[in-house]
T-cell receptor
């Protein structure tokens, strides 16, 4: 099983739609979880951290299920500007606890 | 705002050349990272540094070395460039907690 796995997509949705991305991770000792966003030909940027109790930032909701080793990102009322690749990122505990492992990303296109 | 600056946006080199990729950050961050990003493979960590003159190997260090003589500068060195090192190279920095990475805009390196 790969360390961090995401559905690569692409996801094509109309404006206003709700879309959900899933991510699984293999290391049960993983400590921290994040979603990054990468626009075409740009660098990744932190979108939000994922907390155990779940957290929301405007139209974005992130959830963590430690038992199933599963992270999700929900985007409500999609905007054209949400079109990007969404990267699931996991930080592991242990010796290299500064190491972040990136998923390969899920491509989202929001259409008018 | 944190700024991470990579010296070149595009670089073309020949097989066997020694290549230097430079990265400078302006926010006094302890940690600096070099990733490469390839289609279908995502971001992979090459090397990171958590202090001046300190470095640790990431997942794919073969064929690369790094130098961190000053806190703000982290250099990636390809001792003898090969065609399989053609890639997008992304530098990043973070404050002590490793939680949020700030990326440079990347260097697209082509080795011919």
């Amino acid at each position: 099983r790969k360390e961090v796995e995401q559905d690569p997509g692409p996801f094509n949705v109309p404006e206003g739609a709700t879309v959900a991305f899933n991510c699984t991770y293999s290391n049960s000792a993983s400590q921290s979880f994040f979603w990054y966003r990468q626009d075409c030909r740009k660098e990744p940027k932190l979108l939000m951290s994922v907390y155990s109790s779940g957290n929301e930032d405007g139209r974005f909701t992130a959830q963590l299920n430690r038992a199933s080793q599963y992270i999700s990102l929900l985007i409500r009322d999609s905007k054209l500007s949400d079109s990007a690749t969404y990267l699931c990122v996991v930080r592991n505990s242990g010796g290299s606890n500064y190491k972040l492992t990136f998923g390969k990303g899920t491509l989202l296109t929001v259409n008018p | 705002d944190v700024k991470v600056t990579q010296s070149s946006r595009y670089l073309v080199k020949r097989t066997g050349e020694k290549v230097f990729l430079e990265c400078v950050q302006d926010m006094d961050h302890e940690n600096m990272f070099w990733y490469r990003q390839d289609p279908g493979l995502g971001l992979r960590l090459i090397y990171f540094s958590y202090d001046v003159k300190m470095k640790e190997k990431g997942d794919i260090p073969e064929g690369y070395s790094v130098s961190r003589e000053k806190k703000e500068r982290f250099s990636l060195i390809l001792e003898s460039a090969s065609t399989n090192q053609t890639s997008m190279y992304l530098c990043a920095s973070s404050l002590g907690g490793y939680e949020k990475l700030f990326f440079g805009s990347g260097t697209q390196l082509s080795v011919l």
